[in-house]
């Protein structure tokens, strides 16, 4: 008897993280649709401006999106190269115990508190890149995206390398017994191998750049800025959020929703990046 | 130790010892590789007969802590495979590998015959589409899968798998073919199959095979090592071995005594 | 040997020679692009914590820690920012461990291969992929509004707890796989039902693992601003929480979860987004002390895990 009434807490408990997405769908959707009865869902999509706490508010979600997917797209840009060359150097060219020690202290990267990171991005990122490029503003998305993407690193290459590692060593001494060098292991047999598991990373990857909001918050300014100028600034869904919810908004009122609905975006972005991830993996597996 | 000089040397070894860290699996080992014949290499596992096989294309390169000392001469300009300037890619790319459990790599077949030409840097469509052909026909794989050469490796039966990794290794024409059990992993049918083949791969190429099937290394090969604890105790024309061997250690071990 | 043959031979020795001197700088080029690119990593680090110690060091004091905020940057402090960032962490802890640890136990010793389970282990991983603003989203709909609990610290540790959740579950079933199946057996040989086994000899023996799940999720949650700005923490509070202990009867009290509140990271968050130099200097203080706690609570977990491993050979 008291056994199965352990059995029943332990089950709840684990059913709790289904809560949690459960919540978290329920709530975005429910708080979104009083917002659609009052901003059509064509307007939202296409609209190229986004001011809901103007008197003559809009609704465009385009400036946003197109913010987050730029700061995303140059936070990946450093982070799959540099986290993937890492990540084949630590599997195929260190020795075992200097691969305990480097991994570890990359993972530091992915410790250290994101507004930490926005502090780093304004204030040092952004005085070096003006020392570049004078014209710079201070607030820019290139280097919030550049700093997202040195945090975002250890995601990329942790995962990639133990995807790597997990290729069988007789697949890597079938290829060195043919004459191929270590290079060539490595992007001929190792990598494609170790596919699987590194979309699995780069999803991760993507997804982490998506939502991060201290960075952008701070570095890249809060204005929405419908531009692929990466050396303006510009607001991401989630800074937005973090902007309004900094204010005093009643709840209920129309930025109120603003905020549920960018949310419900940048979830559905997130899952649309999980679904293209995983059609991927699916497609490689049965080429193979 | 008898030397047959009816025979071209393809390589010899020369008192070659190799050592994993502190522990020696090899002790002083000499013998000859005479060209186009099959030579086993057999003993009780742990006596060094698969470490001396992959002393061949310096596998033990790819792990710390080893050490080889003495040579290995491939034939005829004498090069020492195990010499320090010699790079081990020089070594794989003329010296072939069958591994124990076959490996195919998560690639078409076609693919998986190709790496080795592709490696090398080999762009030229039609010779690598030849030379695919021509080695799956050796490796008598071709009948079965000429009309599937893209679907993928793995999807293969053991015994395909195997020959197919023959057709890989085939595929660069290496000057020494080396085996290393390669049908411990597989059924009785497709053993016979892979017997078959080597004794039919002997006509262009030189083996060497490491075999724990005293059978096997009667019914195929030319000649016969036996090698117990590190040291090469006997080699000899597998005809003589398996009938008159000399020491009574070879004696104990082909009639079952031992091992 | 005819001499064309030869020279053919020859020819054909020197290319591959080529060849694999070509092969040969590419495999070097490569380990110099790999270790470039963890250097890269590396020094990345070494920057942030020298410039942020750099310009924070210098302002921390023992008035930095005991002040409120302020309008005055050499007057404002930490106080109710790090009393906040512990009272949450205290309510995060308190949700997340049990809960956590139950799950982990769940789903790696109980749990039949149904697929109930597999949509739980589904979910667990992509917990992992739902930006934190989400969470924080969720708990500003639910437990402000709908549960009543307020912008309190509850509200703000139940969210955090939420968040580091799948941490601490992957972790506590991780740990757990490396018990051998033949101490399981033993345990219940000698007639331990399924719940002695895993209290007398499961937990206690991936006890080391768990406790770096703990650390790790807890040095996540004590960063982690994102959530709690979505959930309404003020940045500007110049009161303490109500003591958790009372002068009469019944002595214990749970009043400070319901107080406003703010954390370290957000009060940061407010000091670098002004304009003025004096306020940067004051966030990089705080970052200084966000910095230093969470390496060395990730510290401390790669030490546990080395030890652990060292120890544990089964």
Same mark, same amino acid.
């Given at each position: 008897?008291?056994?199965?009434?352990?059995?029943?807490?332990?089950?709840?408990?684990?059913?709790?993280?289904?809560?949690?997405?459960?919540?978290?769908?329920?709530?975005?959707?429910?708080?979104?649709?009083?917002?659609?009865?009052?901003?059509?869902?064509?307007?939202?999509?296409?609209?190229?401006?986004?001011?809901?706490?103007?008197?003559?508010?809009?609704?465009?979600?385009?400036?946003?999106?197109?913010?987050?997917?730029?700061?995303?797209?140059?936070?990946?840009?450093?982070?799959?190269?540099?986290?993937?060359?890492?990540?084949?150097?630590?599997?195929?060219?260190?020795?075992?115990?200097?691969?305990?020690?480097?991994?570890?202290?990359?993972?530091?990267?992915?410790?250290?508190?994101?507004?930490?990171?926005?502090?780093?991005?304004?204030?040092?990122?952004?005085?070096?890149?003006?020392?570049?490029?004078?014209?710079?503003?201070?607030?820019?998305?290139?280097?919030?995206?550049?700093?997202?993407? #040195?945090?975002?690193?250890?995601?990329?290459?942790?995962?990639?390398? $133990?995807?790597?590692?997990?290729?069988?060593?007789?697949?890597?001494?079938?290829?060195?017994?043919?004459?191929?060098?270590?290079?060539?292991?490595?992007?001929?047999?190792?990598?494609?191998?170790?596919?699987?598991?590194?979309?699995?990373?780069?999803?991760?990857?993507?997804?982490?750049?998506?939502?991060?909001?201290?960075?952008?918050?701070?570095?890249?300014?809060?204005?929405?800025?419908?531009?692929?100028?990466?050396?303006?600034?510009?607001?991401?869904?989630?800074?937005?959020?973090? +902007?309004?919810?900094?204010?005093? /908004?009643?709840?209920?009122?129309?930025?109120?929703?603003?905020?549920?609905?960018?949310?419900?975006?940048?979830?559905?972005?997130?899952?649309?990046?999980?679904?293209?991830?995983?059609?991927?993996? +699916?497609?490689?597996?049965?080429?193979? | 130790?008898?030397?047959?000089?009816?025979?071209?040397?393809?390589?010899?070894?020369?008192?070659?010892?190799?050592?994993?860290?502190?522990?020696?699996?090899?002790?002083?080992?000499? #013998?000859?590789?005479?060209?186009?014949?099959?030579?086993?290499?057999?003993?009780?596992?742990?006596?060094?007969?698969?470490?001396?096989?992959?002393?061949?294309?310096?596998?033990? $390169?790819?792990?710390?802590?080893?050490?080889?000392?003495?040579?290995?001469?491939?034939?005829?300009?004498?090069?020492?495979?195990?010499?320090?300037?010699?790079?081990?890619?020089?070594?794989?790319?003329?010296?072939?590998?069958?591994?124990?459990?076959?490996?195919?790599?998560?690639?078409?077949?076609?693919?998986?015959?190709?790496?080795?030409?592709?490696?090398?840097?080999?762009?030229?469509?039609?010779?690598?589409?030849?030379?695919?052909?021509?080695?799956?026909?050796?490796?008598?794989?071709?009948?079965?899968?000429?009309?599937?050469?893209?679907?993928?490796?793995?999807?293969?039966?053991?015994?395909? +798998?195997?020959?197919?990794?023959?057709?890989?290794?085939?595929?660069?024409?290496?000057?020494?073919?080396?085996?290393?059990?390669?049908?411990?992993?597989? @059924?009785?049918?497709?053993?016979?199959?892979?017997?078959?083949?080597?004794?039919?791969?002997?006509? $262009?190429?030189?083996?060497?095979?490491?075999?724990?099937?005293?059978?096997?290394?009667?019914?195929?090969?030319?000649?016969?090592?036996?090698?117990?604890?590190?040291?090469?105790?006997?080699?000899?024309?597998?005809?003589?071995?398996?009938?008159?061997?000399? @020491?009574?250690?070879?004696?104990?071990?082909?009639?079952?005594?031992?091992? | 040997?005819?001499?064309?043959?030869?020279?053919?031979?020859?020819?054909?020795?020197?290319?591959?020679?080529?060849?694999?001197?070509?092969?040969?700088?590419?495999?070097?080029?490569?380990?110099?692009?790999?270790?470039?690119?963890?250097?890269?990593?590396?020094?990345?680090?070494?920057?942030?914590?020298?410039?942020?110690? #750099?310009?924070?060091?210098?302002?921390?004091?023992?008035?930095?820690?005991?002040?409120?905020?302020?309008?005055?940057?050499?007057?404002?402090?930490?106080?109710?920012?790090?009393?906040?960032?512990?009272?949450?962490?205290?309510?995060?802890?308190?949700?997340?461990?049990? /809960?956590?640890?139950?799950?982990?136990?769940?789903?790696?010793?109980?749990?039949?291969?149904?697929?109930?389970?597999?949509?739980?282990?589904?979910?667990?991983?992509?917990?992992?992929?739902?930006?934190?603003?989400?969470?924080?989203? #969720?708990?500003?709909?639910?437990?402000?509004?709908?549960?009543?609990?307020?912008?309190?610290?509850?509200?703000?540790?139940?969210?955090?707890?939420?968040?580091?959740?799948?941490?601490?579950?992957?972790?506590?079933?991780?740990?757990?796989?490396?018990?051998?199946?033949?101490?399981?057996?033993?345990?219940?040989?000698?007639?331990?039902?399924?719940?002695?086994?895993?209290?007398?000899?499961?937990?206690?023996?991936?006890?080391?693992?768990?406790?770096?799940?703990?650390?790790?999720?807890?040095?996540?949650?004590?960063?982690?601003?994102?959530?709690?700005?979505?959930?309404?923490?003020?940045?500007?509070?110049?009161?303490?929480?109500?003591?958790?202990?009372?002068?009469?009867?019944?002595?214990?009290?749970?009043?400070?979860?319901? @107080?406003?509140?703010?954390?370290?990271?957000?009060?940061?968050?407010?000091?670098?987004?002004?304009?003025?130099?004096?306020?940067?200097?004051?966030?990089?203080?705080?970052?200084?002390?966000?910095?230093?706690?969470?390496?060395?609570?990730?510290?401390?977990?790669?030490?546990?895990?080395?030890?652990?491993?060292?120890?544990?050979?089964?």
């Amino acid at each position: 008897m008291k056994e199965r009434f352990i059995e029943a807490i332990l089950f709840l408990a684990a059913t709790s993280s289904v809560f949690v997405t459960f919540g978290i769908v329920w709530i975005l959707v429910k708080e979104s649709i009083p917002f659609f009865a009052h901003v059509p869902l064509g307007e939202f999509l296409t609209g190229t401006e986004w001011t809901p706490l103007f008197e003559n508010a809009r609704f465009g979600i385009l400036p946003l999106l197109c913010g987050t997917l730029l700061s995303t797209a140059i936070a990946l840009s450093v982070a799959i190269p540099l986290g993937t060359v890492a990540a084949a150097f630590l599997s195929e060219y260190t020795k075992p115990w200097l691969r305990e020690i480097l991994k570890p202290i990359l993972e530091l990267l992915a410790a250290v508190p994101t507004v930490v990171y926005g502090y780093f991005a304004l204030l040092f990122v952004t005085p070096l890149l003006q020392k570049i490029h004078p014209d710079l503003g201070g607030f820019n998305v290139l280097s919030a995206g550049l700093v997202m993407g #040195m945090m975002i690193v250890p995601y990329v290459s942790s995962l990639s390398e $133990d995807a790597m590692r997990s290729v069988p060593g007789h697949l890597k001494e079938g290829s060195f017994a043919l004459g191929a060098s270590r290079f060539q292991t490595i992007f001929r047999v190792v990598i494609p191998t170790a596919f699987s598991g590194m979309t699995s990373a780069y999803i991760l990857a993507i997804s982490r750049a998506l939502g991060e909001t201290m960075v952008v918050s701070i570095a890249a300014g809060m204005q929405p800025n419908l531009t692929a100028n990466p050396l303006e600034p510009a607001a991401t869904i989630t800074a937005f959020i973090v +902007q309004v919810s900094m204010g005093d /908004l009643p709840h209920g009122s129309i930025g109120y929703q603003s905020i549920y609905v960018a949310g419900l975006t940048l979830l559905f972005l997130t899952l649309c990046f999980n679904v293209l991830g995983l059609w991927l993996r +699916q497609k490689y597996q049965e080429k193979e | 130790m008898t030397t047959n000089t009816n025979l071209n040397l393809r390589a010899e070894v020369k008192d070659l010892s190799f050592s994993y860290g502190p522990k020696k699996v090899l002790n002083r080992v000499s #013998m000859p590789i005479y060209e186009n014949r099959i030579t086993a290499l057999i003993g009780p596992s742990g006596c060094g007969k698969t470490t001396l096989l992959r002393c061949f294309n310096r596998m033990h $390169d790819l792990y710390a802590a080893t050490n080889y000392d003495g040579e290995i001469l491939l034939h005829p300009e004498k090069r020492n495979v195990l010499a320090r300037d010699v790079d081990p890619m020089e070594v794989r790319m003329r010296i072939g590998m069958v591994f124990q459990k076959p490996n195919p790599f998560p690639k078409s077949i076609f693919e998986n015959v190709a790496y080795g030409l592709r490696v090398r840097g080999v762009r030229k469509r039609s010779f690598i589409e030849d030379r695919v052909e021509k080695s799956l026909q050796q490796a008598g794989l071709w009948s079965e899968v000429k009309d599937r050469l893209p679907s993928p490796a793995t999807a293969l039966s053991g015994g395909q +798998q195997q020959r197919l990794c023959i057709a890989r290794a085939l595929a660069t024409e290496p000057e020494i073919l080396l085996l290393d059990e390669p049908t411990s992993a597989l @059924d009785p049918i497709s053993t016979t199959h892979i017997e078959e083949l080597i004794t039919e791969l002997k006509k $262009d190429w030189t083996i060497v095979i490491v075999t724990h099937n005293l059978h096997q290394a009667s019914r195929t090969a030319d000649y016969t090592a036996f090698m117990y604890l590190g040291d090469l105790i006997e080699f000899d024309t597998s005809d003589k071995l398996f009938t008159t061997p000399r @020491d009574p250690r070879t004696e104990n071990y082909i009639t079952g005594r031992f091992g | 040997m005819s001499t064309a043959v030869l020279q053919s031979e020859r020819a054909q020795v020197l290319d591959m020679r080529a060849n694999i001197r070509r092969r040969q700088w590419v495999d070097l080029a490569f380990g110099v692009a790999g270790l470039l690119a963890l250097l890269f990593a590396l020094l990345t680090l070494l920057a942030l914590i020298i410039d942020l110690a #750099m310009t924070g060091v210098p302002r921390l004091s023992w008035e930095f820690f005991t002040n409120f905020p302020s309008r005055f940057p050499e007057r404002a402090g930490i106080l109710s920012a790090w009393v906040g960032s512990f009272a949450i962490m205290i309510t995060t802890a308190c949700c997340a461990i049990p /809960l956590g640890i139950a799950a982990g136990v769940y789903l790696e010793e109980y749990a039949s291969k149904n697929w109930l389970t597999g949509l739980i282990e589904l979910n667990i991983i992509n917990l992992a992929g739902i930006p934190s603003i989400t969470f924080g989203l #969720m708990a500003l709909g639910l437990f402000v509004y709908q549960f009543q609990l307020g912008q309190s610290i509850l509200t703000a540790g139940l969210t955090l707890g939420l968040l580091v959740l799948p941490i601490i579950i992957v972790t506590t079933r991780e740990a757990i796989r490396t018990v051998p199946n033949s101490i399981r057996e033993a345990a219940y040989a000698l007639g331990a039902s399924r719940w002695q086994m895993v209290w007398d000899h499961l937990l206690p023996y991936s006890s080391g693992g768990i406790l770096t799940g703990v650390i790790i999720s807890l040095s996540r949650a004590i960063g982690e601003t994102a959530p709690l700005i979505t959930v309404g923490a003020l940045t500007f509070i110049a009161f303490l929480p109500h003591p958790p202990v009372m002068a009469e009867f019944p002595f214990l009290s749970f009043q400070w979860l319901k @107080d406003p509140f703010t954390v370290m990271p957000i009060q940061m968050f407010n000091w670098v987004s002004r304009p003025q130099p004096e306020f940067h200097v004051n966030a990089a203080a705080t970052g200084v002390i966000l910095l230093v706690m969470t390496l060395v609570m990730n510290g401390i977990a790669i030490w546990i895990r080395y030890r652990f491993r060292q120890r544990l050979k089964w």
